[in-house]
């Protein structure tokens, strides 16, 4: 899982611009091996171009991410492209659900790009509803499912394959408080059950509050506090 | 937290002894403060004095705490009243961190380095309440609610303060 002694997933001076608008103009983080770590700021301060950038979907045009003693931000994108399928988890703000298929074709979703048999893939994605309370919800489409339903849905996606580390970003921005919470707890809870590290990206200070510890992003750079005792 | 009427609250449910009461009380209220037992039977005094509660003839047994108390019709009126009544929604410009900030920008320190602590400060406050939550009854996560929204609060005021610094010393130093 983790490099020896060192941190699961590390990017350090991360710089990258959108035309002549900085995005990232010094950003660094770590995150260990089955830690939750909260990226927080307001909107516009880079926290999402971070996570990006953290699960090789963007490049910085500065700087290095090191996964698993791997330099991800040199790798050409097929290479990252795998990496992303076979080692990270993605939930977004809204689920993002393939609205043909059914929950749990969704849910499989990614044990089925990975190669494994189709057979096995929907009975290894029909075991993450009941754990995630979506009992008797498995042949839904996406257009039948409540928005709290529809992001445990995409919640079981990014977990079923055990990645190392899931993406999160607003996982709860688009529900209401009760719904957030139900998937928060869920996201913890299996997260910390399968050793899953989690980059939870949020501006909600009730949510960052389920992490182990929150990296602050403003205009681009980034503060880590410790917590005061 | 006003005692007289908790206890009264909680008396109202059935008469009980002065220990119950206390047990009662720290169990619903009292998490991070238990109440004293000199403080129970002092109010439940000063209660029984007014005629919000009369105290029972003292029952056979060993120790003080030998008396059942009962609410009154009057002590019932007034636990009516104050349950009614809108607790004043005061801005509480006073606080604590209001004064350090402004103290900070007039001297010339650093109002954020202090925001930044306390923001941390509030944040660690958040994550213990969360756990809390997480492995407690609906009745404490209700209270443990309580407390996350009102740090939220004062997290949203921190952060909107962070932003407005360089105006705010500008105002402040003028």
């Known amino acids: ?229 | 937290m006003s005692v007289p009427l908790a206890l009264l609250g909680l008396l109202e449910r059935e008469p009980r002894h002065g220990y119950d009461l206390k047990r009662d009380y720290d169990a619903f209220f009292g998490r991070d403060k238990p109440l004293p037992f000199g403080q129970v039977y002092a109010t439940l005094g000063r209660l029984a004095r007014d005629g919000k509660v009369i105290a029972g003839e003292a029952e056979p047994g060993s120790g003080p705490d030998r008396k059942r108390y009962v609410i009154t019709a009057d002590g019932v009126s007034d636990l009516e009243a104050w349950l009614a009544e809108p607790v004043p929604a005061e801005p509480h410009l006073q606080t604590v961190l209001f004064v350090k900030v402004v103290l900070a920008l007039l001297s010339g320190r650093s109002a954020e380095t202090y925001l930044d602590t306390q923001r941390a400060a509030h944040m660690a406050r958040m994550r213990e309440l969360t756990e809390l939550r997480r492995s407690s009854t609906l009745v404490d996560a209700l209270l443990a609610d309580h407390g996350l929204f009102h740090l939220e609060a004062d997290l949203r005021w921190i952060d909107l303060t962070a932003s407005r610094l360089d105006a705010l010393a500008k105002e402040v130093q003028a």
């Open chain 1, 1 to 229: 899982m983790s490099t020896a002694g060192g941190p699961l997933l590390a990017a350090t001076d991360l710089e990258l611009s959108f035309g002549a608008t900085p995005a990232l103009r010094s950003a660094s983080i770590t995150v260990d091996a089955g830690e939750l770590v909260a990226v927080m700021g307001p909107s516009g301060s880079g926290k999402s171009t971070l996570l990006h950038c953290l699960a090789g979907i963007l490049v910085p045009e500065h700087g290095q991410v090191v996964f698993d003693a791997i330099r991800i931000d040199t790798l050409r994108e097929a290479a990252r492209s795998e990496l992303r399928r076979s080692r990270f988890g993605f939930v977004f703000q809204f689920g993002q659900l393939v609205p043909e298929l059914t929950a749990e074709e969704n849910v499989a979703l990614p044990l089925l790009l990975e190669g494994v048999r189709r057979h096995d893939a929907l009975g290894r994605a029909r075991g993450w509803f009941d754990r995630l309370d979506l009992g008797g919800l498995e042949r839904r489409r996406s257009g039948e499912l409540s928005g709290g339903e529809a992001q445990r849905v995409a919640l079981a996606r990014a977990l079923v394959a055990g990645p190392d580390v899931v993406f999160a970003d607003e996982p709860t921005g688009s529900l209401d408080t009760l719904a957030g919470e139900h998937v928060m707890e869920l996201l913890v809870g299996a997260a910390r059950d399968q050793g899953s590290a989690v980059v939870l990206v949020t501006h909600d200070a009730r949510v960052a509050a389920y992490a182990d510890r929150e990296v602050i992003v403003r205009d681009g750079r980034t503060t880590s506090l410790l917590p005061a005792r």
